[in-house]
């Protein structure tokens, strides 16, 4: 068993630090609250909840959290405490510039500061797009007040012209299509109106899904959570459950540190496999346990992931989408089946109080297409794959279940773009010198060389090559890829060009081998050359003069640790300074 004891209740509470007894401070703190017409038995040491809210109309996958929060409040309400919805920064996938990653930290950084700061004794964490789930999850570990996660729920399934339309992945699709001449640019504009048809987050187990199937395998969601669609009245429900047990969580002190174990993460990285889920999830993963004070690494992803079969037929693995995973099951069964192979620790706590196991015993399996039997799998080997050898010492990570079997094991001569911009430059060349045997490779994309480290690693492939049919080349870059893409694609590659990582030293016309069995990736040149070429490597990346963007280049970490600014790993908790006023 888990070993926690509920704290005995009553007790005081930290918020009334702010709103109990009669000071002139207090009545401060109290009195300006009044404002809004709160009653004054309100204040009379019952749990304050802090609903953190990631709404923004920018951010669409999180939309409808205005909704959902009314839900929150209504559960806190029924359980005898008092909600308090607080917005914060927000973050959406598809619009901010450089990329989300860029702000994952800064997110986490306000966050854990709004939650610290002000009167909160609990805190429900109201995510849904890819970087808000990670960012608010950091900053409550980085807290530890206990804290209970609802995801806004993913869009119900896309269709055109009678296939399921998958976010993301269809995006992909569609746009390589146009490139080969198997699609119009009018029916492209055609389908993009079939991709978003509701409300919630990607539909495919990208990253989004794979975040919220993260929080749900951590302990850190109600079970079931994860995949009920934005849409359904059940998500409305999982909202209100969650207000009423934050509240019970406030009472018995049941913390993320309670929950978020080194087993919980080995769950969630399992998990992770059998979902096939984002590479992305590697990445917050680091960064969240790095929060807990865990020490997570790279190899435990490749350890913990290496036997897990991927089960889930979900694209962009797969043919399904979220919504039928719902209907299958969703996530509990997943659970069931891992646990019954002996692949999870059951005994860890989750924020329900109850155990893993105890909340999943009972669940079924209602769709074996969907959710797959082990010897039906969509792979056997889904866990991440962590390479490494001269290309990159410090690892980079593949998907196996989105990778071509013909590719695992592949030479190739590399065809080099020193950043984005310069792929973007040539890639539609027919004068380009490539073809499918060669390896894409693109520098600079990493954290602080994109900045940011954007998901471009999935460098569609040149015209000339799709013009054959070929739908799939070996690519390796330093930078993320979306969870909602697909194909043989080494990422994260550690250390990065722009920190003078040997990524940067490659050369058009280098030979490069991958391994994924051996989990090897090697740069064919002899290691004098390698030290030679490393010696005369100049770095390439101006630090800005000023801003958020010179504090991220100086303090961000690598991708293999999960790319956190330096300064913010580790559990601060909840004591706040001296009273101003
Ligand atoms: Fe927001 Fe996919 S872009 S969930």
Known sequence: MSGFTPKAWPR???SQEWYGGTSRDVIYHRGWMKNQ?????????????????????????????????????AGVWEAGGFPMEVPVFSASENTFRPTAMMYRNLAALAIEETIRGQPMDGCVLLVGCDKTTPSLIMAAASVDLPSIVVTGGPMLNGYFRGERVGSGTHLWKFSEAVKAGEMT?????????????????????????????????????????????????????????????????VKDDLKPSDIMTKEAFENAIRVN???????????????????????????????CG??????????????????????????????????????????VLTVSGLTLWDEVKDVRNWNEDVIRPFDKALTQHGGIAVLR???????CVLKPSAASEHLMKHRGRAVVFEDIDDYKAKINDENLDIDETCVMVMKNCGP??????????NMGLPPKVLRKGITDM?????????????????????????????LAIVKNGDFIEIDVEARRVHLDISDEEMQRRLADWRPNVEPPASGYARMFHDHVEGADTGADFDFLKGCRGSAVGKDSH
Request: proline share 5%.
């Open 185 to 249: 640019q009018e029916e492209f504009l055609e389908a993009e109106a079939s991709m978003s048809r509701s409300s919630g987050t990607c539909n495919t187990m990208g990253t989004a899904s794979t975040m919220a199937s993260m929080a749900e395998a951590l302990g850190m969601a109600l079970s079931g959570n994860a995949a009920i669609p934005g849409v359904d009245s059940r998500r409305k429900v999982m909202a209100q459950l969650s207000g009423r047990r934050i509240v019970q969580m």
């Open 37 to 73: 017409g709160y009653p004054h038995d309100l204040f009379d040491g019952r749990p304050v909840i802090g609903i953190l809210n990631t709404w923004s109309d920018m951010t669409p996958c999180n939309g409808h959290l205005r909704e959902l929060a009314e839900k929150v409040k």
């Open 389 to 395: 050898g001269n290309l990159a010492p410090k690892g």
């Open 448 to 457: 602080r060389g994109y900045p940011g480290m954007a998901e471009v690693g």
């Open 12 to 14: 005081k509470l930290r």
């Open 306 to 347: 290496r036997e897990i079969p991927t089960i889930v037929n979900l694209m962009p693995s797969g043919e399904y989408l979220m919504e039928e995973f719902f209907y299958a099951g969703g996530l509990p069964v997943v659970i069931k089946m891992l646990s019954e192979a002996g692949k999870l620790h059951k005994d």
């Open 273 to 303: 496999g059998a979902i096939g889920g984002s590479t992305n999830a590697v990445v917050h993963l680091l960064a969240m346990a790095g929060r807990c004070g865990i020490d997570l690494t790279l190899d435990d992803w490749d350890r």
């Open 474 to 502: 070996v690519r390796i870059s330093d930078a993320r890829m979306s969870g909602t893409a697909y194909g043989t694609v080494l990422l994260h590659t550690s250390p990065e060009a722009a920190r003078g990582g040997p």
